[in-house]
C-alpha cells in the first residue's frame, strides 16, 4: 500500500532552518504530484507548498514564499521541504500529500512531523 512517511522536525529557534523529508513508498513516484501541508494547535490544516511530477512547476502559500522551497529527487522518492528564516507561526505539525492531480485533492497522506519554532 501506498506509505509517505515524513522526517526532519524539531525544535528550532527563530530565524533558524530545517528541512523536512517525506520519503515514498507503494506508488510510481515520479508520476505524482507531492504536497506540503500543516497543522497548527486548533487550527485547520492548510496548505504550505506542492511541486509537480517533474519537478519543474512549484507553488507556495503567500506565508511561506520567498523562505520555504520544496523540491524532490525521483530516484530518491523523496520530496523536501527546505524551511529558512522560520517563525513561531510556523510551529505545527507537517504533512506531506500525493496526488495524481496538481490540484487539491491529496488522497495520500503521511503521519506528519513536529515542528518548532520557539521565540
Known amino acids: 500500500q501506498v506509505q509517505l512517511v515524513e522526517s526532519g522536525g524539531g525544535l528550532v529557534q527563530a530565524g533558524g532552518s530545517l528541512r523536512l523529508s517525506c520519503t515514498a513508498s507503494?506508488?510510481?513516484?515520479?508520476?505524482?504530484?507531492m504536497g506540503w501541508f500543516r497543522q497548527a494547535p486548533g487550527k485547520e490544516r492548510e496548505f504550505v507548498a506542492r511541486?509537480?511530477?517533474?519537478?519543474?512547476?512549484?507553488d507556495y502559500a503567500d506565508s511561506v514564499k520567498g523562505r520555504f522551497t520544496i523540491a524532490r529527487d525521483n530516484a530518491k522518492n523523496t520530496v523536501y521541504l527546505q524551511m529558512n528564516s522560520l517563525k513561531p507561526e510556523d510551529t505545527a505539525i507537517y504533512y506531506c500529500a500525493a496526488s495524481l492531480f496538481f490540484t487539491t485533492d491529496w488522497p495520500y497522506w503521511g503521519q506528519g512531523t513536529q515542528v518548532t519554532v520557539s521565540s
Open positions: 511541486i509537480r511530477w517533474s519537478g519543474d512547476s512549484t
Open positions: 507503494g506508488l510510481t513516484f515520479s508520476r505524482y504530484n
